[in-house]
Every structure is written in structure tokens, then in C-alpha cells.
């Protein structure tokens, strides 16, 4: 909690701003998004599923969106939804952040206020829509994308697959609402102890991602309603 509190501390002066020409004096660059007002530049984008499958059958949706009732639904978050028929959808959001130190390298942590209704121990079809749906967040100098590759739309980053972290990603834990019956509420994510090292590529730009990796073959609905990453400069 301290640390945080450090870090929040510290991005008072460079938030927005990344980078000093004092390099010993670089600040913690924290982007916050609330999506209150807008989607403050995040993309969402799906991948890891047949490009000979009828693509309206996996109901893929996104954008901005009321949180549900049962948590508040005078406020606004992100809002993601798929059906996961291939066994393995990776539906993500991404932004790219700008003005780092080019070839610079950061250490990234994430914290994600995530609205969910899926129980921890739930049973679906393939695995639980709780606790075998695994949250990532990752970080890289090339842009998240979705690829064409052996008839499947791929993720160009190194994910790691479902519970398994990549060397582009990390796993915060599961979207499960922490409860035993189903109901919306929001729980917090975040890395821990755990960091992402990324270099910022020769533009000086680093893209950030945060997405799901589903072993459930159902409908998975989810609600970004914060997503704030901190980078420190090593």
C-alpha cells in the first residue's frame, strides 16, 4: 500500500509527461483511465479463434458502457463480451503511450478495477467461467495485434497461454467475483510484486495491453471500470 502511495505521490509531477531531461530525475509515468468521459485511448481487439468460423457466432462486443445496476449504474467503464467457441479467446485492450526516453527501459505494474459476475468455484462448459477465465496485462515497444496465421487470427505478442504468463505479459489472478453466488461487484487486480521490464522503441512510445484468456467456452461479459499503469524508469 505504501509503495503505491509513493508512486501516486511521485506521478503528481510527471503525469502525462513521462520523461525529464534529467534522467536521474524521471518520474513514475502513471496512465489512469476511468473511461468516465471517453475511452482515453484504448482499443479493443479480439484474437486466438478460426478464420473459417462464421465470426457472428462468438458475439464479440465493445465499447463504453454503464456498469451494471448491482454495482452502479450512473458511472461508465469498458465493456468486453465474447463467446468463447474456440477454446482459448483472447479479447484485449490496448494504448499506446508516448513521450519516454527512446531505448529507455521501465519496470511496469498494472492495478485493474475489474466488474464481474462469476463465481470463484463455477462450473461451465470447458472450465469456470470464474476461475479458468485468467487476466493479463502486458506491455511492449511493437503494437498488440491480431495476425493471420494457420487460418487462425494470433496474438503478435508473446501472452503466454491462459495460466501461463509470456515474456510480454503478466497474470493478475482470474475475473471470479470472489463470491460463491452470482452477482456483479467489482474486485481489484493488480500485479503485486510482479513487474513487466519493456524497452520504449526509438519513438520514444510504449503500448500497453490488458485483456482476457479464456479456457471457459461460454459467454464471458466484462467490465473495465479503472485500469492505471505505473512506469519507472530503471
Known amino acids: 500500500m505504501k509503495q503505491w502511495m509513493l508512486w501516486t505521490a511521485l506521478s503528481l509531477t510527471g503525469l502525462m509527461s513521462g520523461c525529464n531531461d534529467d534522467d536521474s530525475l524521471d518520474p513514475v509515468f502513471v496512465s489512469d483511465s476511468a473511461f468516465e468521459t471517453g475511452t482515453d485511448g484504448w482499443v479493443a481487439q479480439f484474437s486466438d479463434y478460426s478464420t473459417e468460423t462464421d465470426s457472428t457466432t462468438f458475439e464479440m ?3 463504453r458502457a454503464r456498469l451494471p445496476k448491482a454495482i452502479d449504474s450512473t458511472k461508465y467503464a469498458y465493456r468486453m463480451e465474447s463467446h468463447n467457441r474456440s477454446d482459448d479467446m483472447f479479447m484485449y485492450l490496448k494504448k499506446k503511450v508516448t513521450g519516454f526516453n527512446p531505448n529507455q527501459t521501465y519496470n511496469i505494474s498494472f492495478e485493474i478495477t475489474l466488474g464481474t ?4 468455484n463455477s462450473v461451465g462448459i470447458g472450465g469456470s467461467p ?4 485468467y487476466l493479463k496485462a502486458g506491455a511492449s515497444p511493437t503494437q498488440p495485434n491480431r495476425v493471420v496465421k494457420d487460418k487462425m487470427y494470433q496474438f503478435n505478442l508473446d501472452k503466454g497461454h491462459q495460466s501461463q504468463e509470456g515474456a510480454d505479459a503478466i497474470v493478475l489472478g482470474n475475473v471470479s467475483n470472489g463470491e460463491a453466488t452470482a452477482a456483479y461487484k467489482l474486485v481489484q487486480k493488480n500485479s503485486g510484486s510482479k513487474t513487466l521490464t ?3 522503441n526509438e ?3 510504449i503500448w500497453l495491453f ?3 484468456d479464456s479456457g471457459f467456452e461460454g459467454l464471458t461479459t466484462l467490465y473495465y471500470d479503472r485500469i492505471r ?4 524508469p530503471q
Open 130 to 133: 470464474g476461475s479458468s477465465v
Open 203 to 205: 519513438a520514444g512510445e
Open 198 to 200: 519493456v524497452k520504449a
Open 61 to 63: 462486443s465493445a465499447g
Open 229 to 232: 499503469v505505473f512506469l519507472d
Open 210 to 212: 490488458v485483456g482476457t
Open 117 to 120: 459476475q462469476y463465481p470463484e
